[in-house]
């Protein structure tokens, strides 16, 4: 704002203008595309057609997804007085020009790849990996580069990756109440699913902040099966299913959810996905999302809170207001199906080494 001669205030152009109007139209046009070319959100039924289509990419486990990554940029022989060795072109940042590269350190390239790739024939990681070495010897590059790799995999179709949401619908969405008493075998498709509707439509929406994968939905014995008929031939001998999807479960409040849902409608398994949303999600160094760095503070890595008498969940179902629902956080949390980084691991305090080693045992 500023004054004119007369006193009376000069707004800057307005944002009706002509040109204003023609570049959010413009705006809105590219963002819509964006968000339909990477499906960012799908129904169930949906995510299971590009399971079938593409069933190694979404069948993979986070050191699987590591594997991959490295693979995507590609590697070459480069030459030193004492011979060849393999260099990995994710360390040369070809995704920003290779600003903030990595040089040298081809040993350790490689011996970072063989590790993951032993992750992943175990069907799960069992050990930590610790980079050990003097100040200006390159470790935080190395880590770098591997989690911003990371990030621009991510945005790539090829290395998509998803997690699943539950939308409880407005009770004129439904004929039988919110979400529960439709009658039928009605299959949860992109019309049928509660997946597309709008916010207005919505009494209550359930993320998962430990973004449990979409397959765990499937019960065991029925996963196992899909598993098998997925990958046949040359697909089951090249590829290790891991450990997380052959035998694990929900998380607690997903399973909670599951489980109460089920019940209200009897035991009608496609009834519970039209709940389900699918969304794509990237990680991200910044929003604490598949690549977290903890560093060496006192301070707890993860919390849990009750989210059950959440004002924002008031509209949920009565059979799911009187379950316990706990929210996880924390650095652990947020690193979940991707990557932890311990800055300064030895610098913390000996009592933190006590779940990690639980961890690294169970891997879990």
């Known amino acids: 704002m500023a004054d004119t001669p007369s006193g009376a205030p000069r707004e800057a152009a307005s944002a009706s203008s002509p040109v204003v109007k023609e570049l959010l139209v413009e705006l809105g046009r590219a963002v819509r595309t964006d968000f339909t070319r990477n499906r960012r959100v799908m129904s169930y039924a949906e995510y299971l057609e590009l399971v079938i289509a593409e069933p190694t990419r979404q069948l993979r486990s986070s050191t699987q997804y590591l594997v991959d990554c490295f693979d995507h940029y590609g590697s070459s022989m480069v030459r030193y007085p004492w011979g060849e060795i393999r260099r990995f072109h994710l360390f040369d940042a070809p995704w920003d020009d290779g600003e903030d590269r990595l040089f040298g350190q081809e040993l350790v390239q490689n011996a970072v790849y063989r590790v993951l790739r032993s992750f992943v024939q175990d069907g799960r990681p069992n050990k930590l990996v610790l980079l050990h070495g003097p100040n200006g010897s390159a470790k935080s590059t190395f880590i770098r ?30 004929r039988g109440g919110i979400g529960f008493g439709g009658a039928g075998e009605a299959l949860p498709d992109s019309h049928d ?51 997380y999807l052959r035998q694990g479960a929900l998380s607690p409040k997903n399973r909670a959810i599951f489980d109460a ?43 849990e809170r009750q989210v059950t008498a959440d004002r924002s969940l008031g509209a949920l179902p009565a059979s799911l207001q009187s379950v316990s629902l706990h929210e996880c956080g924390g650095e652990i949390v947020g690193a979940n199906r991707g990557m932890i980084e311990y800055d300064d691991l030895l610098k913390r305090p000996l009592e933190h080494y006590k779940y990690l080693l639980t961890t690294v045992e169970r891997a879990e």
Do not use: K, M, N
């Open 145 to 174: 580069c591997v989690g911003r790799g990371l990030e621009h995999y991510a945005s790539l179709d090829e290395g998509a990756l998803y997690r699943f949401s539950w939308i409880f619908p407005t009770r004129r969405q439904t």
């Open 193 to 243: 699913s509660f997946a597309y509707l709008p916010d207005d439509a919505i009494d209550a929406r359930i993320g998962d902040e430990l973004r449990d994968h979409p397959l765990l939905l499937i019960p065991l014995d029925e996963r196992q099966r899909l598993l098998d008929r997925l990958l046949t031939g040359e697909a089951r001998a090249a590829f290790t299913v891991s450990d």
């Open 261 to 303: 849902l089920l019940a209200s409608y009897h035991g009608d398994y496609l009834q519970v996905l039209r709940h389900v949303r699918i969304e794509r999600f990237e990680i991200s160094h910044r929003y604490r999302t598949g690549w977290v760095t903890v560093e060496p503070q006192l301070s707890v890595d993860a919390t």
